[in-house]
């Protein structure tokens, strides 16, 4: 009887230990998957010729800047202080279109990047998740953010309700999803 209990004893340990061992975690660099992408080099390649465009056009307001302030120190002098005031006014005015226009194409560059950028994002986190899915891994740490790219909600045990009644927390939380 002892050695059918040391027996089932052991195999109960040895499968125990196994699947505990069978557990796989991994980590991906996404950051280095997501420049190989061939859609990443595509819309890199849009986004500089974006670039170019707006700064074309701040160059075109920069030169007709340059143009009025090289005409008003020129003609400075033999101007009438009414002439000077307006010609003044002109290049405050263009001086504050280009402010404008650079501040409009800052935050349309912004737009166009995520615009392009984000279903590029999107496909390579669905295949890490994929193939963490297939591969049987639990954790998939990104080794670019320092965070967890992939984690198999199914098999991960949330602590929060056993440390909340360790502590003493009875009222209800504010919020269930997890922090990602």
């Not at 101007?79 to 349309?108: P, T, Y």
């Not at 049987?136 to 199914?154: K, L, N, P, Q, R």
Request: proline letters at 3%; hydrophobic letters at 40%; charged letters at 25%.
């Amino acid at each position: 009887m002892k050695k059918v209990l040391k027996l089932t004893l052991a195999v109960v340990m040895v499968m125990c230990s196994t699947s505990l061992f069978a557990q796989k975690f991994g980590r991906i660099n996404s950051q280095e998957i997501f420049a190989s992408m061939p859609e990443t080099k595509s819309a890199e390649t849009e986004l500089q010729a974006y670039a170019q465009e707006l700064s074309a056009q701040i160059e075109t307001l920069q030169v007709e800047f340059n143009t009025k302030y090289q005409e008003y120190q020129k003609n400075e002098a033999t101007w009438n202080e009414s002439i000077k005031q307006l010609k003044n006014k002109e290049l405050v005015d263009i001086d504050n279109r280009i402010r404008e226009f650079q501040q409009v194409a800052q935050q349309d560059m912004m737009k166009k990047q995520e615009e392009l950028l984000a279903p590029i994002r999107d496909k390579a986190t669905n295949a890490i998740n994929e193939v963490a899915k297939e591969g049987g891994y639990i954790f998939v740490y990104d080794v670019t953010t320092g965070t967890m790219a992939y984690i198999d909600e199914a098999v991960v045990t949330d602590l929060g309700p056993a440390v909340r009644t360790k502590l003493g927390i009875t009222e209800p939380v504010a919020s269930t999803a997890p922090a990602k």
